[in-house]
């Protein structure tokens, strides 16, 4: 070969490498950047009438309500086998390439698998409803380490299970067992080693996932805890503050939204002192926050919320399935309207200015125009596949697909523009 075509043929290897490192993958929960947001362009604003076309589907994952994560050319999500908690590791075809156990799951109400995997470059990362956090190495499945977070820190499990899924942050894997010894903790994403543990606090785990921060020259790691919201050094795991936060059963599951030194929680309200949402503002450094407004009509149960151009969108909770459809003005708290869509609450995530909306009662999901004027549902169709009465999994998007996450099935739509 000439030293021509030899430099041609390592320019292409070079530019194919860089558009695959430069793909939209979904690595972990609710996305990139754990906000329900994906940066994907050029997708379809239209469905046909029967939905957006299966590319493949799969079976055989058993009772869970994990999400998919992307990353690398492999799918991931996990499900519970006869009391079991498994791994599974799909390539983009939908061929499964390896499932492995991480031991027992979640038995007892609303049975099944919680979390959803973190993928980190070559490994992946489960925190199981039993308080397990586990690591495998992505390609393969070989597990690395696991840890006993409820042994380890002295944690109690909570009503219906562990379910924050895992945050990578450099050298750091995070989660929050609630436990006397460690109420948040990192640990070494290499070993499992314990790096460092807030204890003191006396208040066991919610349903929430943490999210990392910066503000002034601080890396702040904010979580909802049993009564209470609370901000740690990331790097030290020292307590900031903490804020009383109360929820139903104390039983918070909204993960937090951050945005120019502002920072909204929400969760469901089914007492008349329990909270919903709430606006909080940090100061110039973050060590110290101040309530803005409050609000109980976007009190989103565990669908999620998401922040675009200045509004919030999400369902609120009006019992199991019920909920409405909302929007919130971000600087107010004013509600820009109030839908009823079946009648229903779900999930919900955001790409390419288009709401994705996952009714979690009929498994119906909506392509919704993001607009604070109205709840415009431009196209929708129903996942009629898998197993279980509630679709509770959030919808991810990752190089033009759309996953969907049912039971004991897995889903892959095309939803790129041609």
Not at 22 to 47: M, V
Not at 60 to 73: E, N, Q, R
């Given at each position: 070969?000439?030293?021509?075509?030899?430099?041609?043929?390592?320019?292409?290897?070079?530019?194919?490498?860089?558009?695959?490192?430069?793909?939209?993958?979904?690595?972990?929960?609710?996305?990139?950047?754990?906000?329900?947001?994906?940066?994907?362009?050029?997708?379809?604003?239209?469905?046909?009438?029967?939905?957006?076309?299966?590319?493949?589907?799969?079976?055989?994952?058993?009772?869970?309500?994990?999400?998919?994560?992307?990353?690398?050319?492999?799918?991931?999500?996990?499900?519970?086998?006869?009391?079991?908690?498994?791994?599974?590791?799909?390539?983009?075809?939908?061929?499964?390439?390896?499932?492995?156990?991480?031991?027992?799951?979640?038995?007892?109400?609303?049975?099944?698998?919680?979390?959803?995997?973190?993928?980190?470059?070559?490994?992946?990362?489960?925190?199981?409803?039993?308080?397990?956090?586990?690591?495998?190495?992505?390609?393969?499945?070989?597990?690395?380490?696991?840890?006993?977070?409820?042994?380890?820190?002295?944690?109690?499990?909570?009503?219906?299970?562990?379910?924050?899924?895992?945050?990578?942050?450099?050298?750091?894997?995070?989660?929050?067992?609630?436990?006397?010894?460690?109420?948040?903790?990192?640990?070494?994403?290499?070993?499992?080693?314990?790096?460092?543990?807030?204890?003191?606090?006396?208040?066991?785990?919610?349903?929430?996932?943490?999210?990392?921060?910066?503000?002034?020259?601080?890396?702040?790691?904010?979580?909802?805890?049993?009564?209470?919201?609370?901000?740690?050094?990331?790097?030290?795991?020292?307590?900031?503050?903490?804020?009383?936060?109360?929820?139903?059963?104390?039983?918070?599951?909204?993960?937090?939204?951050?945005?120019?030194?502002?920072?909204?929680?929400?969760?469901?309200?089914?007492?008349?002192?329990?909270?919903?949402?709430?606006?909080?503002?940090?100061?110039?450094?973050?060590?110290?926050?101040?309530?803005?407004?409050?609000?109980?009509?976007?009190?989103?149960?565990?669908?999620?919320?998401?922040?675009?151009?200045?509004?919030?969108?999400?369902?609120?909770?009006?019992?199991?399935?019920?909920?409405?459809?909302?929007?919130?003005?971000?600087?107010?708290?004013?509600?820009?309207?109030?839908?009823?869509?079946?009648?229903?609450?779900?999930?919900?995530?955001?790409?390419?200015?288009?709401?994705?909306?996952?009714?979690?009662?009929?498994?119906?999901?909506?392509?919704?125009?993001?607009?604070?004027?109205?709840?415009?549902?431009?196209?929708?169709?129903?996942?009629?596949?898998?197993?279980?009465?509630?679709h509770w999994s959030h919808p991810s998007i990752a190089n033009g697909r759309l996953y969907i996450r049912h039971g004991d099935a897995l889903m892959a739509y095309d939803i790129k523009a041609r």
């Amino acid at each position: 070969m000439s030293n021509t075509k030899r430099v041609s043929t390592l320019l292409l290897s070079i530019l194919l490498t860089a558009t695959m490192c430069l793909a939209d993958d979904w690595p972990q929960f609710r996305g990139p950047n754990r906000d329900g947001n994906s940066t994907e362009t050029d997708l379809l604003k239209k469905w046909p009438p029967s939905g957006p076309k299966l590319l493949w589907s799969v079976d055989g994952l058993g009772i869970g309500f994990s999400s998919a994560a992307i990353a690398d050319g492999f799918v991931y999500t996990t499900g519970m086998l006869d009391g079991e908690g498994f791994l599974f590791a799909y390539d983009l075809a939908g061929n499964l390439k390896w499932k492995e156990s991480y031991g027992p799951e979640w038995t007892r109400s609303y049975k099944g698998t919680r979390t959803t995997p973190t993928i980190d470059g070559r490994r992946a990362y489960v925190f199981s409803g039993t308080g397990k956090m586990v690591c495998f190495n992505a390609g393969t499945g070989e597990k690395i380490w696991q840890v006993d977070t409820l042994e380890e820190f002295e944690a109690k499990n909570i009503q219906w299970g562990m379910t924050g899924s895992p945050l990578i942050d450099g050298p750091k894997v995070y989660c929050t067992p609630g436990g006397k010894k460690g109420a948040i903790v990192a640990l070494d994403k290499m070993t499992g080693r314990t790096i460092w543990a807030t204890a003191g606090l006396e208040e066991t785990s919610t349903y929430s996932s943490p999210i990392l921060i910066e503000r002034g020259a601080n890396r702040l790691l904010i979580n909802l805890i049993q009564k209470s919201i609370v901000c740690v050094a990331a790097d030290t795991g020292k307590l900031l503050w903490r804020e009383p936060y109360e929820t139903p059963s104390d039983t918070g599951s909204g993960t937090p939204i951050y945005k120019d030194g502002c920072l909204y929680v929400t969760s469901a309200v089914e007492r008349e002192f329990t909270t919903g949402g709430v606006m909080f503002e940090l100061s110039t450094d973050g060590t110290s926050v101040a309530r803005k407004w409050s609000d109980q009509t976007l009190d989103c149960g565990h669908g999620g919320v998401v922040l675009l151009d200045g509004y919030l969108y999400g369902s609120s909770f009006d019992g199991i399935p019920k909920g409405d459809w909302i929007c919130l003005d971000w600087d107010s708290g004013k509600v820009m309207y109030k839908a009823t869509w079946n009648g229903n609450k779900g999930s919900i995530i955001h790409a390419d200015g288009m709401l994705y909306c996952y009714d979690e009662n009929t498994g119906d999901i909506a392509l919704v125009k993001t607009s604070p004027k109205a709840f415009e549902i431009v196209s929708s169709f129903r996942v009629t596949q898998g197993s279980g009465k509630q679709h509770w999994s959030h919808p991810s998007i990752a190089n033009g697909r759309l996953y969907i996450r049912h039971g004991d099935a897995l889903m892959a739509y095309d939803i790129k523009a041609r």
